[in-house]
């Protein structure tokens, strides 16, 4: 494995990383107000396990695909924020009666989170690029471990870390909404606030240029 030092500056460099606001972090406080905090943590939990698909990604050098075919990147990007801008139409659109079980634990919406994040995850090329460009930074290829490994490893514990984050943000999200649960018109209002939100993720990951 890499040197103490590498660690240390890894862990704090990992730590910082994480707990700037970001989409992640944005988009489980979205479920979290659209549909109650289990949604949201089956959403955080959906992220993070789209996020291994991105860790295996670079421990295999297949990010470099992205960098070598620009109009690859440019699909899989787009691809996720028309998702992302879908998702937020459909609370918008989402029938009156449906206010009744967002305060509650309802099994199928929150099966939906998870399924839902985890394409949204796995539509992210930002985050394979991100791993890409960030992970090398902390690798030791004189290590007694494969460099593979080393990719695996230290791109679980950054995947461990971002995760804590967003489910920090679904807690947060979650005692917000306990407070309204007793208002269908509150509760309108925080589920329109969540499309919003994924309408504006959308629309932000499909203008950035990189």
């Not at 990010?63 to 787009?78: C, E, G, N, Q, R």
């Not at 004189?142 to 943000?169: E, H, K, R």
Request: aromatic letters at 10%.
């Amino acid at each position: 494995m890499p040197s103490t030092e590498l660690l240390i500056a890894f862990f704090a460099t990992t730590v910082i990383f994480a707990y700037i606001p970001g989409p992640a972090m944005l988009y489980a406080a979205a479920q979290t107000m659209a549909r109650g905090r289990w949604s949201g943590l089956t959403a955080a939990l959906g992220i993070h396990l789209g996020g291994y698909v991105h860790v295996i990604v670079a421990a295999a050098g297949l990010s470099v695909l992205f960098h070598a075919v620009p109009t690859l990147y440019i699909a899989v990007k787009l691809a996720g924020a028309l998702y992302l801008i879908w998702l937020g139409v459909s609370l918008f659109r989402a029938r009156a009666q449906d206010d009744a079980v967002i305060p509650g634990i309802e099994p199928k919406s929150a099966r939906r989170a998870f399924f839902e994040s985890v394409t949204v995850e796995v539509l992210n090329p930002k985050t394979a690029i991100f791993f890409m460009a960030f992970l090398p930074q902390f690798i030791d290829a004189s290590a007694t471990f494969p460099v593979w490994l080393q990719f695996l490893v230290l791109g679980t514990i950054v995947n461990l870390m971002f995760s804590s984050a967003d489910v920090m943000c679904v807690v947060l999200a979650g005692a917000l909404i306990t407070r309204l649960r007793r208002s269908s018109h509150a509760q309108r209002l925080m589920r329109r606030a969540g499309g919003a939100v994924l309408v504006g993720l959308g629309v932000h990951v499909a203008l950035q240029k990189s």
